[in-house]
């Protein structure tokens, strides 16, 4: 079955930086688009950066542009986001996601494009 597995998260200060890890298994991980998504309580659900199944394109939300860089390594089966410049508004819960079939080589930015979400780990940046 599918398995996605974040690692990672922590505290970091206003400014720092963090590199969240996603490992994937129970799927041919070189087919299918992946995203990072993240949810703090009270807030909706933000997508925050999607990558194609070759790596050779990213997309980011606007709050992340110029400070996060999502990356994958297919011979591995795991994707990465490194966050840099943190910011109090970047404390979430970050989500690795697996698109669906309707979105399988391209990035969907909806909840509904994906089929699988891991356990998530916890980003905190706080002074």
């Known amino acids: 079955q599918v398995q996605l597995v974040e690692s990672g998260g922590g505290l970091a200060q206003p400014g720092g930086s963090l590199t969240l890890s996603c490992a994937a298994s129970?799927?041919?991980?070189?087919?299918?688009?992946m995203s990072w998504a993240r949810q703090t309580p009270g807030k909706d659900y933000e997508w925050v950066a999607g990558i194609y199944p070759d790596g050779h394109t990213t997309y980011y939300a606007n709050s992340v542009k110029g400070r996060f860089t999502i990356s994958r390594d297919n011979a591995k089966s795991t994707v990465f986001l490194r966050m840099e410049t943190l910011k109090p508004e970047d404390t979430a819960l970050y989500f690795c996601?697996?698109?669906?079939?309707?979105?399988?080589?391209?990035?969907?930015?909806?909840?509904?494009?994906?089929?699988?979400w891991g356990q998530g780990t916890q980003v905190t940046v706080s002074s």
């Open positions: 996601g697996k698109s669906g079939p309707g979105c399988v080589d391209y990035v969907c930015y909806a909840k509904s494009g994906y089929d699988h």
């Open positions: 129970g799927f041919t991980f070189d087919n299918y688009s």
